[in-house]
């Protein structure tokens, strides 16, 4: 095991590397300079200057790269230029409250499509199949956005039992009756496409196991096709199951953005929206790096895991 993510490491390493590179370059080729913003539409071009000289946007754009690495690889990451304040505190507040709507929206997520894939496995109906099918080509198919919308017109107008957004008013810890309330909505809107990925995908594992060698023997053991299923077939799907959930889960924080706009959820979603709308250079980087960070170690996470439910990925990684 330790060989194998010692290979996996330094390919991480690079991409996130990459991906800062791209990703100042990218920022810098966007219409639109903070400067101007900050200087207000009447200031002359001595001011304007003058601003751009203290932000250091003067400088080329190798030595500005440089000085953003170094900061971030020493855990500096600067100021904001527009929003205001140290950029790691805007984050640590902004990421507190996106990972209570992911994590809740993973775990909603896992819930739904175990539930859903055993069952459309267990009970083979066609109407069952058909039925699941059309949910999740809807649950993929329609933006986050419309159906957040939908969601608050249906449960917090037409029947107004839920609210229709922000965060508990005395935190998450306070009432937790209060903060299922406030997290229902956002999470489902957010747990929808990244469920029936799921179940799509261990739905079709679980069939596929069930017409392997093993599960024959099983049946002519006597043993019921529960049991196969739940003990045996499951089992054996999780390393692909696992898989994609590590993929969906890095795509979480780009579904964030949308749905913490629309439920006005105060995360790093909305960080994101208001640094890119305002042209806040360092603060878009920085969250834009980390957002690549969070995803690179969700896969190493996952590859970790799959490797020690499978033996054979292990072998092959020693090789």
């Known amino acids: 095991m330790t060989a194998y993510l010692l290979r996996r490491v330094p390919s991480a390493a690079a991409v996130l590397f990459g991906a800062s590179v791209l990703i100042f370059l990218l920022l810098r080729a966007v219409p639109g300079d903070p400067a101007s913003t900050l200087a207000g539409p009447d200031a002359t071009p001595e001011s304007i200057a003058a601003i751009r000289h203290q932000l250091g946007l003067d400088r080329s754009v190798p030595a500005q790269y440089v000085s953003w690495l170094h900061g971030v690889c020493t855990g500096d990451l600067g100021r904001s230029y527009i929003i205001g304040g140290q950029i790691g505190e805007l984050i640590a507040r902004g990421l507190t409250n996106t990972l209570v709507l992911a994590g809740s929206s993973l775990v909603l997520a896992v819930l739904v499509s175990l539930g859903v894939s055993v069952s459309a496995v267990l009970w083979e109906r066609r109407w069952l199949n058909a039925l699941v099918a059309a949910a999740n080509t809807v649950a993929v198919a329609v933006p986050a956005f419309v159906t957040g919308v939908l969601l608050v017109l249906v449960f917090a107008i037409a029947v107004p ?3 229709a957004g922000g965060i508990p008013p005395d935190g998450f810890a306070a009432q937790p009756d209060i903060t299922v309330q406030y997290l ?6 957010l747990a929808l496409p990244v469920s029936a990925a799921l179940t799509r995908f261990l739905t079709e594992a679980l069939r596929t196991e ?8 099983a049946r002519s053991l006597g043993i019921s096709h529960r049991e196969i299923v739940t003990r045996g077939a499951l089992r054996n799907a999780l ?3 696992l898989t994609v959930l590590g993929i969906q889960s890095g ?3 780009g579904g964030a953005v949308l749905v913490e706009a629309t439920f006005a959820w105060p995360g790093i979603g909305q960080l994101i929206e208001q640094g890119i709308n305002r042209r806040d250079y360092p603060v878009v980087q920085a969250l834009l790096l ?5 995803f690179v170690a969700i896969q190493l996470t996952t590859d970790i895991v799959h490797a020690y439910l499978d033996p054979r990925i292990r072998i092959g990684g020693k090789a």
């Open 161 to 163: 039992i839920l609210p």
């Open 184 to 189: 229902l909505l956002p999470s489902i809107c």
């Open 210 to 217: 069930l017409g392997k060698p093993y599960v024959l023997t």
């Open 239 to 241: 390393p692909t199951m």
């Open 251 to 253: 795509s979480l924080l």
């Open 290 to 294: 980390f957002s690549v960070a969070v």
